[in-house]
């Protein structure tokens, strides 16, 4: 697999960038390119490590672009290491993180002299909107080496923004109409060779797709759970504030709670019944005291836990795409999202990890 390097020239045109190819970087002892959805460095870094020898030959600089040609995997070279007597060690962000420092500034109003409240885009296509926001960053020469996709996804959006961050601002409009961000280099222009495009989360269902392999860890535990709570509140023996709350599942497989205050009569309750009493004599109110019970209660209630793990065995999965599976064994069911994707090549061998959920 290859691993290109490329520098940022300006030289020839004073108000674009390009990136001026360099060497081919062919002899390397261990590259890792991860890219995240999450705007957090550890999700959205690389690093390249070279010979001493070969890294004097191949005069890597600082903001140069290292990356894989026709992927997401690339971005910025910021470090230098010389990490031991043999080894020197290339780090840097990827193209997704650099758009996280940039920020989006309302359009300057001159009738009052000072930014408009917010900066609209009014049912605009996706990447229409897109464009508008990289027009409309503070710093914006860098984000020249950006093209946004001319695709038309025949979905609008509008948004309102003020000072926020671009990387943030696009994740959460594409968020909302269930697409993903893809960053990814491209021979496919003669300059801005790094696209910013919206494309449609993948949806993978496990029970009916054998591409993927999709393991599932899960348990179901009422060991120390209970179905009723007696809150205690204000008040001394038969003057005292007492009230049952009692716990079930309504018809949509949310927990529910049900305040009970008459407590003239017993139940008889069945092999499931059990109870906790919360002693809260400093409540304020009623209210108070049924509010606080119910956030104790749910420290009491039956867990769930599933976890999922997933390689892929013939094709590839992208960062935003959806999983959905159900252990048969529990029979729980998961939906989650493939939210970190971690490239490694050692020794020739590239392996490719993922991570889902937050």
Excluded at 25 to 31: D, Q, S, T
Excluded at 77 to 97: E, F, L
Aim: hydrophobic letters at 35%; charged letters at 35%.
């Amino acid at each position: 697999m290859e691993i290109m390097h490329a520098r940022i020239d300006s030289s020839t045109r004073s108000n674009d960038l390009y990136l001026k190819e360099m060497p081919v970087i062919a002899k390397f002892k261990k590259a890792e390119f991860i890219i995240g959805k999450k705007a957090s460095l550890d999700d959205n870094d690389f690093y390249i490590e070279l010979s001493k020898e070969y890294f004097k030959k191949m005069d890597i600089q600082k903001n140069d672009l290292i990356y894989i040609p026709n992927s997401e995997f690339g971005g910025f070279a910021k470090k230098i290491q010389n990490a031991d007597d043999s080894t020197v060690k290339i780090t840097g962000v990827n193209w997704r993180y650099f758009l996280h420092r940039f920020v989006i500034f309302p359009k300057y109003n001159s009738n009052y002299k000072a930014r408009d409240d917010y900066l609209t885009i009014d049912n605009e296509e996706i990447h229409k909107a897109l464009e508008i926001l990289f027009n409309n960053v503070f710093y914006s020469a860098f984000l020249k080496l950006y093209r946004v996709s001319d695709k038309d996804t025949q979905i609008n959006t509008t948004v309102s923004s003020r000072y926020d961050y671009l990387y943030d601002k696009i994740i959460n409009i594409l968020d909302e109409k269930n697409m993903r961000l893809k960053v990814y280099h491209t021979y496919d222009y003669d300059d801005r060779n790094i696209v910013v495009e919206a494309v449609e989360k993948n949806v993978i269902d496990d029970v009916y797709n054998r591409d993927y392999s999709i393991e599932i860890t899960s348990s179901i535990d009422s060991t120390n759970s209970v179905d009723t709570m007696i809150a205690l509140g204000k008040g001394d023996l038969h003057d005292r504030k007492i009230v049952l709350i009692k716990h079930s599942i309504d018809e949509d497989g949310n927990d529910a709670f049900e305040k009970i205050t008459d407590l003239s009569k017993d139940e008889i309750g069945n092999i499931d019944s059990s109870m906790y009493v919360y002693d809260y004599k400093s409540c304020e109110s009623d209210d108070d005291l049924v509010e606080k019970a119910i956030e104790e209660f749910k420290n009491h209630l039956e867990t769930k836990e599933i976890n999922l793990g997933v390689t892929s065995l013939k094709k590839e999965l992208e960062l935003g795409d959806i999983i959905t599976s159900v252990d048969d064994i529990t029979g729980l069911s998961i939906e989650t999202e493939i939210t970190r994707k971690i490239l490694t090549i050692e020794n020739g061998i590239k392996k490719i990890e993922y991570k889902v959920g937050e």
